[in-house]
């Protein structure tokens, strides 16, 4: 019997004192405990204990028979499994452990049941399950065996298209320390931090807002060089006075739950950056505003009080996003791999490929088709449960 364990599970109502009772049985019987693993749903709990004996230990019947009769005490049922040792470490070393993410305004038992099947169908075992919402059923993580012969990117891939089907957003993560010791988000400005596209409301004011919303819509789909459709678009803004500017800042909408975002990542300790294709005008002041640690974006030349038409200095595209970001994470000490970053446009997907997690958020359709994660959730807290934080823990945190 040396070379065989044994799975012990127990279901019963949960109270105090359960697992003092059956951890001393097992320590009196000199048995070891190789594996545990506890979970309450609602008042019911399952508790499951894989054991083992020394070398040169047999006899596992009298351990079993107090364990049945503590159990009926506890008014708990009590079944068991042997299991082969050596076929239990060659499953443990040849699968990779991954957690997967659901999110939306519902995960159903039709959600589940779709996501479920598709896992199965590639050999993919479900090892736990854990809700991060209370009420309604809005996040739940699935930790995942998978077997290392998995083609893991066109799982994903199947996945995130089977979400945007079902109205949810799906991203599976290497579970690991890296995934929740993350130190350091980058975010993009317009339309990620903020609603709107500050250029285009600049426009309007000027008078040119059809002209440069062609302009944009066309830059972040990827159709027009960002640092060309820039300059264009900045030249039409020539002569808006500076008071255009602060009505806009004042009247900014920020994303639902972006200020949430940034109070609990500074809570807890993270470094916040936001890289703007903007202007520094705008970044400079919700730096200031948000306690944010860094701001960059294009400086907009503004001379005796009205917009000169021109940008000084070099201009913040993709490329030099994803520069940014790599050299805050430097000055900080932090590793690429503790790096979030958050953007919705094409001048992004640079920065997001750089990070150890590089969300799309309500992105354009290409963007979508090439980020590693995206999300459409109306509020950009809901980042926050990529990182395994529950509902309740970020309202004890937003206290």
């Not at 579970?175 to 010791?181: I, K, T, V, W």
Request: proline share 2%; glycine share 10%; net charge negative.
């Amino acid at each position: 019997m040396n070379n065989k364990m044994v799975l012990i599970t127990l279901i019963g109502p949960d109270r105090p004192g359960i697992l003092a009772a059956m951890t001393g049985c097992i320590a009196a019987a000199g048995a070891r405990i190789r594996d545990i693993e506890q979970s309450v749903t609602h008042t019911l709990m399952l508790l499951s204990l894989l054991i083992d004996f020394p070398p040169g230990d047999t006899d596992q019947k009298p351990l079993l028979k107090d364990l049945l009769f503590l159990a009926k005490e506890q008014g708990l049922e009590l079944d068991f499994e042997v299991i082969d040792a050596a076929e239990y470490e060659k499953m443990q070393s040849s699968r990779y452990g991954y957690v997967l993410t659901m999110l939306g305004d519902r995960v159903d038992a039709g959600v589940l049941n779709h996501v479920a099947a598709m896992l199965a169908g590639s050999r993919i075992n479900i090892d736990r399950i854990n809700k991060l919402t209370r009420g309604q059923l809005r996040c739940v993580e699935f930790f995942l065996n998978v077997p290392d012969d998995t083609d893991l990117k066109g799982m994903t891939r199947q996945l995130l298209t089977a979400g945007g089907g079902l109205g949810v957003d799906i991203a599976i993560q290497k579970e690991n320390l890296y995934r929740r010791a993350k130190r350091l988000v980058v975010l993009d400005m317009d339309s990620t931090l903020i609603q709107i596209e500050v250029i285009d409301e600049l426009a309007r004011l000027a008078g040119v807002g059809d002209a440069v919303a062609a302009i944009t819509e066309q830059a972040m789909n990827g159709e027009l060089d960002f640092q060309q459709a820039l300059r264009e678009r900045v030249r039409l803004l020539e002569g808006l006075q500076v008071e255009a500017l602060e009505r806009v800042y004042r009247e900014l909408p920020f994303t639902p739950g972006a200020k949430t975002l940034i109070r609990i990542l500074r809570r807890l300790g993270f470094r916040t950056a936001v890289i703007s294709g903007g202007f520094d005008f705008f970044t400079n002041r919700l730096k200031a505003e948000l306690g944010l640690d860094y701001a960059y974006a294009n400086a907009l030349e503004i001379a005796d009080g009205h917009v000169t038409g021109q940008v000084c200095g070099a201009i913040v595209d993709g490329r030099r996003k994803a520069d940014l970001l790599v050299e805050i994470a430097e000055r900080e000490g932090i590793a690429l791999s503790q790096v979030i970053a958050i953007g919705d446009g094409a001048n992004d997907l640079p920065m997001l490929g750089r990070a150890g997690l590089g969300i799309a958020f309500n992105a354009k359709a290409r963007v979508r088709e090439q980020a590693d994660y995206h999300i459409n959730q109306r509020s950009l807290d809901s980042i926050l449960y990529l990182l395994g934080i529950a509902e309740w823990e970020i309202a004890e945190l937003d206290r």
